[in-house]
């Protein structure tokens, strides 16, 4: 795979370490493509996470496969099974990744989401497969007990109709850009405040997208998140043409009732 995708192993391991590199993986060196073990080849339960998260994240379709932990091949006459326990016995598992050589023993990077909140646990350098799993399942259990996701904001959701001055419309609503939300502690959600940053009126004309105002989510003093609220439609700028347009169109409806 690595000589198709690069050219040579050489080239892909280049590749590979500018991607660490890329992701801030600072304790990582790559020495070749299948991570047995060599002099130099080296990483971090850290850099794991941040190259779990970018897997997860990017590439969410990972999981059709990750979640599987028994399926066969050649019209059944051979079988696979998971090597990650968790998938089998942990609610939430999603995979992430096993690996076992003589020098890095036992490792492991679980994931697992539950309620909207997705965890990652690194374990590296365990003496035996069932440490590894025992280990990464109480770090998660720490991280679902005592975190949770915070959703703070719905893109598209209405939050204040702004008056529009000389436009063809009196008003526009004020939407939001983006989905946001923020990992805390369990419990810390009722001290989360909102503030509004909006004009009661703006000047036509109106773009559809424009950014009207902002929204800041504040956690004990801090900001934790801020979305931008944007014009769900264009109002254009009322002319003298539209002007009467719109004289004739009341008057009109006024006749037909």
């Known amino acids: 795979m690595a000589e198709y995708l690069a050219g040579s192993q050489e080239a892909f391991v280049e590749k590979m370490n500018a991607k660490a590199q890329e992701l801030g993986m600072k304790d990582t060196t790559f020495k070749n493509c299948h991570g047995i073990d060599e002099d130099g080849h080296v990483t971090s339960a ?18 059709k496969y990750t979640t599987i932990y028994m399926d066969s091949l050649r019209d059944g006459k051979s079988s696979l099974v998971n090597t990650n326990k968790l998938i089998r016995n942990y609610k939430g598992a999603t995979g992430l990744k096993t690996g076992s050589t003589a020098t890095a023993l036992y490792s492991l990077s679980a994931s697992a989401t539950r309620d909207d909140l997705s965890l990652i646990a690194v374990i590296m350098k365990a003496p035996n497969t069932k440490t590894r799993f025992a280990e990464a399942q109480k770090l998660l259990d720490y991280g679902f007990a005592n975190f949770e996701y915070k959703k703070l904001a719905n893109k598209g959701d209405i939050i204040k109709d702004v008056l529009v001055d000389k436009g063809i419309e009196s008003n526009v609503n004020g939407i939001l850009e983006e989905d946001s939300g923020i990992l805390i502690q369990k419990g810390q959600d009722k001290n989360i405040e909102q503030q509004l940053e909006l004009p009661t009126m703006v000047s036509s004309p ?18 934790i998140g801020k979305v931008n609220i944007i014009a769900e439609k264009s109002v254009s700028k009322i002319s003298a043409f539209t002007m009467i347009e719109n004289i004739y169109s009341k008057w009109f409806s006024l006749l037909r009732t």
């Open 206 to 223: 109106v773009e559809q997208g424009q950014v009207l105002g902002t929204v800041t989510y504040v956690l004990n003093g801090q900001e």
């Open 46 to 63: 850290y850099d794991i996470a941040l190259m779990s998260k970018e897997l997860l994240n990017k590439h969410p379709s990972i999981t």
